[in-house]
């Protein structure tokens, strides 16, 4: 009666661990699918935000874009990114002749034309796409042709959110493979997309992606223990609630497909998980052979837990071997269930790494083109016309007595010249102020100088200590971080009194700009399309230092910012003339 008792303890305790095993893995899975969704809708907003943040797209750089993400390696269930430009029917004409240019066939993409033919109101034609593999027929497809797509697309531009058709794709490198779409506006990033009004005026298009399911899953599955384990993903019919045995979707993924859509036999362990899907909800089914969640040592730990009972000196050593092996089997467990978290939050990691760096090679190229093209108009534009300016003023003096009526047309010309030489002036302050190669105090005191004469706010600075010497790229960051909150003062805090401290500590700087005005509402910071206070974090963050921003209802707004002073270097001058 012992040996027996301890039999079926040992076999209970067997069949429970394996069990349990069996739920840990399946939920790893059912994570790292949802992470792998993730990511391919971080792609999706990254995509966004690079079309919003870009002037114009053109075909040879959305295809260095989609080099640059190294898809096959950091995202191996995309299969495409697309961009479908919205075009009204009256602009159709000239769309369609700009696209049939060289630059575009040079790419592998073929001869352009709207499909399927026909005229409507507006068209929503795929207009970039990568990579080509076999969906070359996409090119120049209209999206909203069909009102079921039409209405996807109208409600995706008007609420400014991720949408996907929900209904499955055949893949165009793998016919017999199921992929999922989705779909995310793109808006003007001058304009407003406050109101469903703001969202239509400044609507662009769509961009979207296409994955592949069964890479999807297939990833998720790469570090499965239980290799006999069957995966099945069923999108769940809407208005159904799912069955725990019975699928009642559409078959997206089974990971052994000579059985494709067959149940699973009765002594089978099965375990379902939902997964949600952009709103939508995903059933995944896993089961397998009992056999296989058992090793070949555990099929005789019962039996040795009954011989052990015949004898009561081995019956002490079975209770202490049973419970250091399962104490051993806990730890190994918590030790796979560790390393899988931290190769998953290294993977998240690295995925912020890049997207930083993406940004901040961004930036950098937006800062050197506005110091380039500033440079480039003091050359060309501003010293022709102060050659201009010479010849008009020494024609005004040589006619102000014999000819009084050239005189005042010579004297209009040169007045007319001056009010050119300072927009150009403004212009090339706007790209890149000339007086930071004066040093970051003298940029800070003549930006709050421009915005106290702008707003008529009260603005002081203090700067006991003078600013030291920085690198050019932490001076502009922090000019620009000034920016952009004396704008943000002037449209929205109703201050009358704004304060700028700059000051030294140890190896850091610190800006402070405290107002008087209402302060940020609760919802201010993640507002849609609002990108000026992240803008600021993120600039910070890029340099290695805090951003820290502190209001309160009708008591005014602090920003703070803190950098490393690491290095020193200096630029050269714009030119004299843009001073």
């Known amino acids: 009666m012992v040996g027996a008792g301890f039999y079926a303890w040992m076999a209970n305790s067997l069949e429970s661990e394996a069990l349990e095993r069996f739920r840990n893995q399946a939920r790893s899975i059912q994570y790292n699918i949802a992470g792998g969704i993730k990511a391919c809708t971080d792609v999706l907003r990254g995509t966004a935000s690079h079309f919003q943040a870009s002037e114009g797209m053109s075909p040879q750089s959305f295809h260095r874009y989609v080099r640059g993400l190294d898809i096959p390696h950091n995202f191996p269930s995309i299969a495409s990114i697309n961009f479908a430009q919205y075009v009204p029917d009256d602009q159709r004409a000239a769309f369609e002749q700009q696209m049939r240019g060289a630059a575009v066939r040079d790419l592998g993409y073929?001869?352009?034309r709207i499909a399927p033919p026909g005229k409507r109101p507006y068209y929503t034609v795929?207009?970039?796409?990568?990579?080509?593999?076999?969906?070359?027929?996409?090119f120049g497809y209209d999206l909203s042709a069909r009102p079921a797509g039409a209405q996807a697309l109208a409600s995706a531009r008007d609420t400014g959110e991720m949408s996907s058709s929900g209904v499955p794709v055949l893949l165009p490198e793998a016919p017999t493979q199921f992929g999922m779409p989705l779909r995310l506006p793109v808006y003007r990033a001058d304009m407003p997309v406050v109101t469903v009004q703001d969202r239509r005026a400044a609507y662009l298009g769509s961009v979207g992606i296409g994955f592949s399911v069964p890479r999807l899953v297939e990833a998720?599955?790469?570090?499965?223990?239980?290799?006999?384990?069957?995966?099945?993903?069923?999108?769940?019919?809407?208005?159904?609630?799912?069955?725990?045995?019975?699928?009642?979707?559409?078959?997206?993924?089974?990971?052994?497909?000579?059985?494709?859509?067959?149940?699973?036999?009765?002594?089978?362990?099965?375990?379902?998980?939902?997964?949600?899907?952009n709103g939508r909800l995903w059933q995944v089914y896993f089961d397998a052979p009992r056999s296989a969640l058992f090793s070949s040592f555990d099929a005789y730990l019962p039996w040795l837990a009954a011989l052990v009972?015949?004898?009561s000196t081995l019956l002490m050593y079975a209770l202490f071997h049973a419970q250091v092996s399962s104490r051993r089997r806990a730890l190994q467990m918590a030790r796979d269930m560790t390393r899988e978290l931290r190769d998953s939050q290294a993977k998240l990691q690295l995925s912020h790494q890049r997207l930083r760096r993406l940004a901040a090679h961004a930036e950098q190229i937006k800062e050197e083109e506005r110091k380039r093209i500033a440079r480039e108009i003091h050359d060309d534009l501003g010293q022709n016309l102060l050659a201009l300016r010479i010849e008009a003023d020494i024609l005004a003096n040589r006619t102000s007595l014999r000819h009084p009526h050239l005189h005042a047309r010579a004297t209009g010309t040169l007045k007319q010249i001056d009010d050119t030489i300072r927009s150009v002036r403004n212009i090339i302050n706007d790209l890149r102020p000339n007086v930071l190669d004066l040093g970051l105090s003298a940029a800070v005191e003549w930006q709050t100088t421009q915005f106290r004469k702008r707003s008529g706010i009260e603005c002081d600075v203090v700067d006991p200590e003078g600013t030291p010497d920085v690198d050019d790229r932490c001076?502009?960051?922090?000019?620009?971080?000034?920016?952009?909150?004396?704008?943000?003062?002037?449209?929205?805090?109703?201050?009358?009194?704004?304060?700028?401290?700059?000051?030294?500590?140890?190896?850091?700087?610190?800006?402070?700009?405290?107002?008087?005005?209402?302060?940020?509402h609760d919802g201010s910071r993640n507002k849609n399309g609002s990108f000026g206070l992240v803008g600021i974090e993120e600039r910070m963050s890029l340099l290695g230092g805090d951003c820290s921003i502190v209001s309160r209802p009708h008591g005014g707004t602090t920003v703070t910012v803190t950098v490393p002073i690491a290095w020193r270097a200096t630029q050269p001058a714009v030119g004299a003339f843009a001073g």
């Open 110 to 112: 073929p001869e352009f």
């Open 475 to 520: 001076a502009v960051a922090l000019f620009r971080v000034l920016q952009e909150s004396l704008s943000n003062i002037q449209q929205h805090a109703r201050a009358t009194h704004v304060r700028v401290e700059l000051r030294q500590l140890g190896g850091t700087l610190r800006m402070t700009i405290a107002d008087n005005g209402i302060g940020l």
């Open 309 to 311: 009972g015949f004898v």
């Open 220 to 277: 998720a599955m790469v570090d499965t223990p239980v290799r006999e384990i069957r995966v099945r993903l069923y999108s769940t019919t809407p208005g159904k609630p799912p069955n725990g045995k019975a699928p009642n979707g559409h078959l997206l993924f089974d990971s052994v497909e000579s059985f494709a859509g067959q149940a699973p036999p009765d002594n089978h362990v099965q375990l379902s998980l939902p997964l949600n899907f």
């Open 126 to 138: 795929i207009t970039l796409l990568e990579p080509m593999y076999g969906a070359k027929g996409k």
